[in-house]
């Protein structure tokens, strides 16, 4: 099949857009966030979230002390009353890693008096959108390109093909 100006028009117009997604998108891979920082999981923690840019699949460390705290993976209505619920996560290590999950995430210290002491922390993770370029030069006759361009986000998701 003949390849025409049209034809490399329209893989010039792909490949740049992939190269302008490339550079206007974040990293798809996640984030890893030590809570507290270098202070590790302590006291008045309700702040340490502000201005992170939290996404589902990023992974939050705990670092504290096991002798003297824990945390506790509860719902929104446990962390305003500071309460355990029946089944909730509770981790002791010390070094407590937990994967965000898209949407509200909600993590206090059980140990009597602490959470109400400011030792818990509600994180908002956003969905995380990946993009994906895919340039593959071998068709069924085998003189053909083509260039596929995948978009995807909890709201939407589309696939561009180009053929040459």
Known sequence: MAKGRGSATAVSVAILLALTVALNSGTAEAATYVVGDRGGWTFNMAGWPRGKPFRAGDTLVFNYNPLFHN??????????????????RIYTSGRDQITLSKGQNFFICNIPGHCAAGMKIAITAVFRTEW?????????????????????????????VFEA
């Open 71 to 88: 945390v506790v993976a509860v719902n929104r209505g446990a962390y305003a009353g500071c309460s355990t619920p029946p089944r909730s």
């Open 132 to 160: 994906g370029f895919n340039g593959n030069g071998d068709n069924q006759e085998g003189n053909a390109s083509h260039l596929r361009l995948q978009f995807e986000s909890d709201a939407w998701f589309f696939t561009l």
